[in-house]
């Protein structure tokens, strides 16, 4: 296990999350699966407590800890992409497994954790700053899933 490793709290369904994301991001897997060694206040002896994956080679673990706390949009994976066939496989992989669109390349999973859609043309206008950034910026305003095309074209002017 990782020194520093993201712990992801799920109701009860951390398996098929981290399964999921092992099987459309690369560099992901799922690794060690931990059984509930006793009754706890979400579960049983023998659930599925935890589970150790890796989502595009950051180290998590996926904690099955009940409904208690619910996912936000203050802790999202941010998934950079080279072009708009990337982004749109992993926009569509999210939104189409039962998750939804939101605003500025981000949308949500089937379990409510937060994915931000990056296109690198994106992150590289606004590094650069000044006019360039504010109209790729502005483009992006008006977006859910990121068009690489207009904002390439923004970034031109």
């Not at 712990?7 to 509930?36: I, M």
């Not at 060694?37 to 673990?61: H, I, M, Q, R, W």
Request: glycine share 10%.
């Amino acid at each position: 296990m990782a020194k520093n490793t993201i712990c992801v709290w799920y109701d009860k369904d951390a398996e098929a999350a981290a399964t999921f994301y092992a099987t459309v991001f690369p560099d992901s897997q799922v690794g060690a699966v931990h059984h509930a060694p006793g009754d706890y206040p979400s579960g049983k002896k023998g659930d599925v407590l935890t589970v150790e994956f890796t989502v595009a080679g950051v180290a998590c673990l996926g904690l099955n800890g009940g409904p208690v706390f619910k996912h936000t949009e203050a802790f999202s994976f941010q998934i950079a992409t080279d072009d708009q066939e990337e982004t749109d496989r992993y926009w569509n992989a999210i939104v189409n497994n039962g998750g939804q669109e939101s605003a500025c390349g981000w949308c949500k999973d089937k379990w409510g954790v937060s994915w931000q859609i990056t296109p690198r043309v994106l992150t590289e206008a606004l590094a650069v700053g000044g006019d360039e950034a504010k109209r790729a910026f502005a483009a992006m305003m008006g977006m859910k899933k990121i068009d690489v095309a207009a904002i390439a074209k923004a970034r031109r002017g």
